[in-house]
């Protein structure tokens, strides 16, 4: 269970991630206060999900899923570039956000 809150804390670190972008340096009201709620709830669901999880691996994940997801939705809704290099960066913090799973006996 407490794998699924970590992704989920990694969902709403995207949130808020993405979110800055459209706060205009928190000068819009709407998108400032999403922005800090997924905030909130991100590291709210991280806390919760390292009370099991070893603290190195949950961080990792975290910031992985964050990373990936920050990056896909920067390409999708953005237009950032999606060159080869890119693509194959994320593969492969993908491949390690795996390891990490695989290799935590919790």
Do not use: Q
């Not at 970590?6 to 949130?15: K, R, S």
């Not at 991280?46 to 990056?71: E, Q």
């Amino acid at each position: 269970m407490n794998w699924a809150i970590l992704i989920l804390a990694g969902i709403f670190e995207i949130g808020w991630a993405v979110g800055l972008k459209y706060t205009d340096g928190f000068t819009r009201l709407w998108p400032t206060l999403g922005t800090v709620g997924a905030m909130v709830i991100s590291i709210a669901l991280l806390g919760i999900a390292m009370k099991s999880l070893p603290m190195g691996t949950a961080y990792a994940v975290w910031v992985g899923v964050g990373a990936v997801g920050t990056a896909i939705l920067g390409i999708v809704l953005l237009g950032e570039p999606a060159n080869a290099g890119r693509i194959i960066s994320l593969g492969v913090i993908i491949v390690g956000i795996i390891g990490l799973k695989l290799a935590t006996p919790v």
